[in-house]
T-cell receptor
C-alpha cells in the first residue's frame, strides 16, 4: 500500500459528460501529480501541484482541469468527455516539489467513456 | 529536457540476472536517475535511485558510469513475478529554477519465462 488513495476505482460514463477524480496524497506529502495511461500511449504526465499551487503542466487538454485543496487532496476534472479519454488515471505524491523525489502512486481510476 | 531511451522489451528466464540499460544523454548536473516498476493495472512502484557509481538495495542494483549518460538497472535472479514494465526517469531539482516535468519514457517490458 503506497498510502495514496484514489477514488473511485472505476468510473463508467457517456460521451459529453463530466467527471471528477479524487486523490488523497500520503500523509506529509505536499506534491501531487496526475498521469494518464492509455493502452497505446504509456504514462502521460498531465499536471503537478505543490502545496496548492500549480507547478508543472504536461499534455493536459483544455477540457481537463485540476486543483489541490488546502487539505492537500487533489481533484482532476474531466469534461466534455470523448471516447478517447478512456484510460487509467493515476495520482502520485511526493514530499517536495523536487523532481528527484520518490513518487508514490495510487492504484488508479479506470475511466471508461461509452 | 533529459529524454530517456530504453529497449522496448526484454525476455529472460527464471533465475537469471537481467540488466536493463537506459540512455539519458542530456542529463543535467543536478539530475538523479530513478527506476520504477509497473504491473498491469497498477501504479508504478519505486525501485531504486542513484546519482553516480553504484547503488544497491534489497531488490536491485543501479550502475551509473562516470559520464552519467546512461544507467543500468540490474535485477538478480529474476522470478516470474518480476514480469513488468520498468521505467527509467531522470529529474532535476526545482531549486535550479528549471520547470521540469516528471516524464516517463516508454519503459521496458520485461518478460520472465519459466
Amino acid at each position: 500500500d503506497s498510502g495514496v488513495t484514489q477514488t473511485p476505482k472505476h468510473l463508467i460514463t457517456a460521451t459529453g459528460q463530466r467527471v471528477t477524480l479524487r486523490c488523497s496524497p500520503r500523509s506529509g506529502d505536499l506534491s501531487v501529480y496526475w498521469y494518464q495511461q492509455s493502452l497505446d500511449q504509456g504514462l502521460q504526465f498531465l499536471i503537478q501541484y505543490y502545496n496548492g499551487e500549480e507547478r508543472a503542466k504536461g499534455n493536459i487538454l483544455e477540457r481537463f482541469s485540476a486543483q489541490q485543496f488546502p487539505d492537500l487532496h487533489s481533484e482532476l476534472n474531466l469534461s466534455s468527455l470523448e471516447l478517447g479519454d478512456s484510460a487509467l488515471y493515476f495520482c502520485a505524491s511526493s514530499v517536495s516539489s523536487s523532481t528527484n523525489e520518490k513518487l508514490f502512486f495510487g492504484s488508479g481510476t479506470q475511466l471508461s467513456v461509452l | 529536457l533529459a529524454k530517456t531511451t530504453q529497449p522496448i522489451s526484454m525476455d529472460s528466464y527464471e533465475g537469471q540476472e537481467v540488466n536493463i540499460t537506459c540512455s539519458h544523454n542530456n542529463i543535467a548536473t543536478n539530475d538523479y536517475i530513478t527506476w520504477y516498476q509497473q504491473f498491469p493495472s497498477q501504479g508504478p512502484r519505486f525501485i531504486i535511485q542513484g546519482y553516480k557509481t553504484k547503488v544497491t538495495n534489497e531488490v536491485a542494483s543501479l550502475f551509473i558510469p562516470a559520464d552519467r549518460k546512461s544507467s543500468t538497472l540490474s535485477l538478480p535472479r529474476v522470478s516470474l513475478s518480476d514480469t513488468a514494465v520498468y521505467y527509467c526517469l531522470v529529474g532535476v531539482d526545482w531549486t535550479s529554477g528549471s520547470a521540469r516535468q516528471l516524464t516517463f519514457g516508454s519503459g521496458t517490458q520485461l518478460t520472465v519465462l519459466p
